[in-house]
């Protein structure tokens, strides 16, 4: 997984819980990603981070929250769980700067989440 | 904008058999595309990526695809499939999004690959 770690491998949650999806990388990569993946969708962009203290959002940003206080930490959080937000989470270290379009973005192992 | 399709949400062979599974992009530049393999309950691993060094690119576990811009197309073939080659297969391309060149990759939906004995 290229030094991508995730916590935890698998939560259930009920609507309305919150919760923090933990990932983190030891290779003082600058840009990291969070990635959905639903069945027939392929995996769609929540948030993204360029640096400490930079975020921007994805395509599919609501009801989802970030932060970056370090490089190494890029914590999802759910704030009220949704049944929709039933899905795999996927952490990514993503290429970005001048020669972005050629690099390779590494995927951290998951989190499936279901949501009652 | 970029997009990729994938033809095909199960494909199914035998093993030994040839192993295709189709990809067709749309794109306004040049793309960068990229096959990714997800086995089952586990993360994303990149088969192969083109990077318009070469037109046939040669990947892991004895893949490869082939890039026609005349067909808009980048197919993963396989000569003889293997029992192990049962996954999920997605083809992506990269988008640069925002201010800082950030690579966003844009998947298909996606292709099970059954492999029979």
């Known amino acids: 997984n290229a030094g991508v770690t995730q916590t935890p491998k698998f939560q259930v949650l009920k609507t309305g819980q919150s919760m923090t999806l933990q990932c983190a990388q030891d290779m003082n990569h600058e840009y990291m990603s969070w990635y959905r993946q639903d069945p027939g969708m392929g995996l769609r962009l929540i948030h993204y981070?360029?640096?400490?203290?930079?975020?921007d959002q994805g395509e599919v940003p609501n009801g989802y929250n970030v932060s970056r206080s370090t490089t190494e930490d890029f914590p999802l959080r759910l704030l009220s769980a949704a049944p929709s937000q039933t899905s795999v989470y996927f952490c990514?270290?993503?290429?970005?700067?001048?020669?972005?379009?050629?690099?390779?973005?590494?995927f951290g192992p998951g989190t499936r989440l279901l949501v009652l | 904008a970029q997009s990729v399709t994938q033809l095909g949400s199960h494909v199914s062979v035998s093993e030994g058999a040839l192993v295709l599974l189709r990809c067709n992009y749309s794109s306004s530049v040049p793309p960068y595309l990229f096959w990714y393999v997800q086995y089952p309950n586990q993360g994303l691993q990149l088969l192969l990526k083109?990077?318009?060094?070469?037109?046939l690119v040669k990947g892991i576990n004895g893949f490869e695809a082939e890039f026609k811009k005349s067909e808009t197309s980048f197919h993963l073939t396989k000569p003889s499939a293997h029992m192990s080659d049962a996954a999920e297969y997605f083809c992506a391309v990269i988008l640069l999004i925002g201010s800082s060149n950030t690579g966003k990759l844009i998947f298909g939906q996606g292709t099970t690959l059954q492999v029979k004995p």
């Open positions: 981070s360029v640096g400490a203290g930079i975020t």
């Open positions: 083109y990077t318009s060094a070469a037109t």
């Open positions: 990514a270290r993503t290429p970005g700067g001048r020669r972005a379009a050629q690099e390779t973005q590494y």
